[in-house]
């Protein structure tokens, strides 16, 4: 396998609205060809986080460095010209059109007589489609097509500028079991295409399938980040619900314990 390359790199990252602290000293790092998931309890953070790196929110503070380089990600043209594509939940189609007119909502292509070039949209949403092995056609209309389908053209549509990297919300929810299995082998072809994707998702045995690394959110912080491999489904539950201590947290407990004299043990 080729090194991977750090792609994004997310320091310090502070979020608040009003009162609430949505993001706190969060720290990311993203490679080149990963699968990362972003998991976490409702509330946590994911989304607020997720929605800075496609450049729909701006931090409070911190910083953000892309192949190394640091700047801001001021809206999704911004992410678009970095190479940052995202889907979000409910995507939002044109029901009258179809799945080509669909991929290409906004960003239609125009021949020299500034026309629409239908002939040259549809031959690139064919080549996205089977890039994807997505089974739907180009000229299908998007008001028949399932939940699954239907997420997959999301999905299909990110491609559409050849951007590194994929942000996904819940890119499986309310979908059947089958649904969800499809649209998880289509995020497997974006890393299989040399892509990362960084996905919100609180289906954990979805996560355990296809992730490489596992983020787990708690508060609006990071509170573990574990290669998918070395960890288990119950540690990265006990995390996202705060029941666990890691390692260093229980050594300093039992030095703390150990310090105290036995009346001050008692009394705790
Ligand atoms: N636009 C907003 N205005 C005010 N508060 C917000 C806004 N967006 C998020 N928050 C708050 O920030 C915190 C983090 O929200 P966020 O949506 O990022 O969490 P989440 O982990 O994605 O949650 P969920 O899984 O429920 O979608 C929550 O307390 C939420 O209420």
């Known amino acids: 396998m080729s090194q991977q390359s750090t792609l994004i790199e997310l320091q310090g990252i502070t979020k608040r609205y009003g009162l609430v602290e949505a993001l706190r000293d969060v720290d990311l790092e993203v ?3 990963q699968i990362v998931a972003i ?20 931090p409070d503070s911190g910083r953000i460095a892309v192949r190394g380089k640091e ?3 001021d809206g999704i043209a911004k992410a ?18 179809d799945v080509c007119a669909n991929i290409f909502l906004g960003k239609e292509l125009s021949n020299g007589l500034s026309m629409r070039d239908d ?31 239907r997420q997959t053209v999301a999905i299909a549509r990110t491609l559409l500028n ?10 499986t ?13 289509y995020i497997v072809s974006l890393r299989s295409m040399g892509r990362s994707v960084i996905m919100v998702c609180h289906d954990l045995p979805s996560v355990f399938a296809i992730a490489d690394r596992i983020v787990v959110m708690r508060h609006g912080s990071i509170c573990a980040v574990h290669a998918t491999d070395e960890t288990t489904y119950e540690q990265v539950l006990a995390e996202m619900a705060g029941v666990v201590q890691n ?10 314990l150990r310090a105290r004299t036995p009346i001050e043990r008692r009394v705790r």
Request: aromatic share 2%; hydrophobic share 40%; with cysteine.
């Open 71 to 73: 700047l801001r990600i």
């Open 31 to 33: 490679k080149t060809r």
């Open 162 to 171: 050849e951007p590194d990297v994929v942000v996904l919300d819940e890119p």
């Open 119 to 149: 002939e040259q949209m549809h031959a690139k949403a064919r080549e996205i489609l089977s890039a994807l092995s997505v089974p739907v056609r180009a000229s299908q209309s998007i008001a028949s097509l399932s939940g699954g389908q």
């Open 173 to 185: 929810a309310s979908l059947s079991v089958t649904q969800s299995a499809e649209v998880l082998d």
């Open 80 to 97: 678009a010209e970095l190479g940052i594509a995202s889907a979000f939940q409910q995507p939002e189609f044109c029901e009258n059109l």
């Open 39 to 58: 998991v976490g309890d409702n509330g946590a953070g994911k989304s607020t986080l997720v929605h800075i790196i496609a450049g729909l929110e701006q």
């Open 247 to 256: 390692n260093a947290s229980i050594r300093e407990r039992r030095r703390v």
